[in-house]
């Protein structure tokens, strides 16, 4: 069965530099969520997108930004990297409203040196 | 807001037996989704149980099973007969039940390393 798809799956950048990870949901998932967990941290809620628009914001910085696009994959852009930002990045979707169960994508890396 | 509280950073069983991580949460909701996810060394998120608040009865996925606890706003996981594949941080999460945004915002528990010990 198809997974969600999230590239790169590794990615090391520099301090202020700019990064953009993407996600391809499920097909027929019209929700996409962003998580981002620390090293020996638990996932934080970033934002998330149901049929191309915002639906949720959770701790996500004004340095980044996210959108849904028209064939409902997602990309999240980060600007002016810090190393606080080195973390994995978990994309999820779900499908339709109330959806009791989303599926996690293996995760980027993100390594700012 | 939610919080997710798991107690036991690291936990370790041998084969074969059986193993129980803790849970409880703070809301004030009344309809919400809990689970159990796996994360094993290679990092991906693997939902192992799913529990919907308005259910009594617990639910039950072959070896993994949960003691839910509502009044108490506990919700522990049993590993029955331990393999060494559930060597994995184990993390408890929960999102609010929304009837129609399509948003499934977890909040996770910080995490119980469990190590299966041959």
């Known amino acids: 069965a198809a997974g969600v798809i999230q590239s790169p799956r590794h990615l090391i950048k520099e301090k202020r530099e700019t990064a953009t990870l993407k996600c391809y949901p499920i097909p027929r998932h019209d929700t996409v969520y962003w998580y981002q967990q620390g090293p020996g941290q638990d996932p934080q809620f970033l934002i998330s997108f149901y049929e191309k628009m915002q639906s949720d914001k959770g701790s996500i910085p004004d340095r980044f930004s996210a959108q849904q696009f028209s064939d409902y994959h997602s990309e999240l852009n980060m600007s002016s990297l810090e190393l606080g930002d080195s973390a994995l990045y978990f994309c999820?979707?779900?499908?339709?409203?109330?959806?009791?169960?989303?599926?996690f994508g293996q995760g980027t890396r993100l390594t700012v040196v | 807001a939610q919080t997710v509280t798991q107690s036991q950073p690291e936990m370790s069983v041998q084969e074969a037996e059986t193993v129980t991580l803790s849970c409880t949460y703070d809301?004030?909701?009344?309809?919400?989704?809990l689970f159990w996810y796996k994360q094993p060394p290679s990092r991906q998120m693997i939902l192992v149980i799913r529990?919907?608040?308005?259910?009594?009865q617990n639910a039950t996925e072959n070896r993994f099973s949960v003691n839910f606890q509502k009044a108490a706003k506990s919700f522990s996981l049993k590993i029955s007969d331990s393999q060494l594949g559930d060597t994995a941080m184990y993390f408890c999460?929960?999102?609010?039940?929304?009837?129609?945004?399509?948003?499934?915002?977890?909040?996770f528990g910080k995490g119980t390393k469990l190590s299966v010990i041959p």
């Open positions: 809301t004030s909701e009344n309809n919400y989704y």
């Open positions: 529990q919907e608040a308005y259910k009594q």
């Open positions: 999820a979707s779900s499908e339709g409203q109330g959806a009791t169960e989303a599926f």
């Open positions: 999460a929960f999102t609010p039940a929304y009837s129609g945004a399509g948003s499934y915002q977890l909040t």
